[in-house]
């Protein structure tokens, strides 16, 4: 047997592997012995069939699998042998195997493409970080409060029209084009319209212009495409038909418990501090998710890994073939490329580092992750009793891949922590308008 790699370019290869018939012969002929001792054929007693005729029948599918075997172990311990990191699988070109002639050729040649990429040097010494936390507003839990109210509150149907209220009813445009029945929030019309919908009651009839009147997403607020949203311009009437208005929850025991599950909060302000923490929990968890990406960005451009592009569209397009386009390839592949660039330094910041995610973390995650799933259900002692149960049936779903994401969830975790250790790590309090702002950026 023969081996050889062909390096044509910085990240991609070709290797050639060359078998003899003294590389595979003997494996076929074992094989075909065996299949003669069990072989049930027509006019013979079982296992008495000629050898001639049992390798008449199967030497040819004998000879492929057992040469397949021979590709795959000897591909796969060359491969581990080198220096360099295999990325995708090995691609077997197509067109040189299928001009094989397995009923009359002794020796075969069979290549494959490889794509990788040679040593991987991350330095972190020198990264920048910042650390964000939340500073809530009082404005931001009053309105928090009230969505809560509004959420938990009794929907009423009021005589007449207030700020606030959904108007349900008739859109008819002036020149019979659209009609349109649908239920108008008033907190969607600007404030220069807004006293037009004001203090009616069902059967008045309103004119404007819901272009102009309606200063959120007209599309969305009127149940129509954007299309047809673009054509709804100039006067139009509104037949109110029913008037419907939440009233407000009552700040009491009642409401407390539904919100937090039984006894947990008994009295508004241990409600507002409540709010205010699971509020300032929620937009940290987002904070530390912004920084952290913050980080990998930072990780990816220092490192500078050259990925053979061409070869891992080729093997995303062949790996789920009928099931992507290679259009669609295209679209995906630098997400996809971003993320495989992510794994390989985080990968190797773990090895130099010693960094290693262990079962009990593993464990603990996924408690975590149970926990906040469960968080609003007011289940929380149930749930504790029967933690063990969630998590073994978790971890053992999707045929142990749930297991293998968790594992690396938590050494890429264990890695964005060493980084910020050995990285210049900064702290900023923000607040609301700050957070948007670095959003959108």
């Not at 077997?92 to 494959?112: G, L, R, T």
């Not at 959420?151 to 349900?168: A, H, I």
């Not at 971890?395 to 938590?410: A, C, F, I, W």
Request: charged share 30%.
């Amino acid at each position: 047997m023969e081996i050889s790699l062909d390096k044509h370019a910085a990240n991609q290869a070709s290797v050639k592997i060359k078998l003899n018939e003294a590389d595979y012969q003997p494996k076929v002929d074992a094989k075909i012995k065996d299949y003669a001792k069990k072989a049930t054929i027509r006019g013979f007693r079982p296992g008495k069939a000629p050898i001639t005729m049992v390798k008449k029948m199967y030497g040819t599918s004998v000879l492929v699998d057992e040469i397949n075997s021979i590709l795959t172990s000897s591909l796969n311990d060359y491969l581990k042998a080198q220096t360099f990191k295999i990325l995708g699988d090995p691609l077997p070109m197509v067109e040189d195997a299928a001009n094989i002639n397995w009923d009359s050729q002794k020796e075969f040649e069979f290549k494959y493409k490889i794509g990788f990429v040679e040593d991987i040097s991350v330095k972190i010494d020198g990264i920048d970080a910042t650390s964000y936390k939340m500073e809530m507003e009082e404005k931001e839990v009053d309105d928090a409060i009230q969505n809560l109210r509004s959420q938990y509150g009794k929907m009423t149907n009021p005589e007449v029209s207030q700020e606030n209220d959904f108007l349900y009813g008739d859109l008819k445009s002036d020149d019979g084009s659209f009609e349109k029945t649908f239920s108008m929030p008033l907190s969607a019309v600007e404030a220069g319209s807004l006293k037009q919908f004001i203090g009616l009651k069902k059967g008045d009839v309103v004119t404007f212009d819901p272009s102009k009147a309606i200063k959120e997403n007209l599309a969305a607020t009127v149940g129509v495409t954007e299309e047809e949203a673009a054509d709804l311009k100039g006067k139009c009437t509104f037949t109110v038909q029913n008037i419907n208005r939440t009233e407000l929850a009552e700040l009491n025991q009642d409401f407390f418990d539904k919100l937090f599950g039984e006894g947990q909060v008994d009295s508004e302000e241990a409600m507002r501090n409540k709010v205010k923490e699971i509020l300032s929990e929620n937009y940290n968890k987002e904070l530390r998710v912004f920084g952290e990406e913050k980080i990998k960005e930072k990780l990816v451009a220092k490192a500078n890994i050259d990925l053979p592009e061409d070869f891992l569209k080729e093997w995303l397009l062949r790996a789920n073939e009928g099931k992507v386009t290679m259009e669609q390839v295209e679209q995906e592949y630098p997400i996809y490329a971003k993320q495989l660039t992510w794994t390989l330094i985080s990968n190797k910041i773990a090895k130099d580092n010693d960094i290693q995610a262990e079962h009990a973390d593993v464990i603990e995650k996924t408690k975590e992750m149970i926990r906040e799933q469960f968080a609003s259900s007011g289940l929380g002692s149930q749930m504790e009793a029967s933690m063990d149960m969630f998590v073994d049936n978790y971890l053992k779903g999707n045929e142990g891949q749930n297991y293998m994401q968790m594992l690396t969830s938590v050494q890429n975790e264990k890695v964005l922590d060493f980084v910020r250790e050995k990285g210049n790590l900064k702290e900023e309090v923000i607040k609301i308008d700050k957070f948007k702002e670095l959003l959108e950026n």
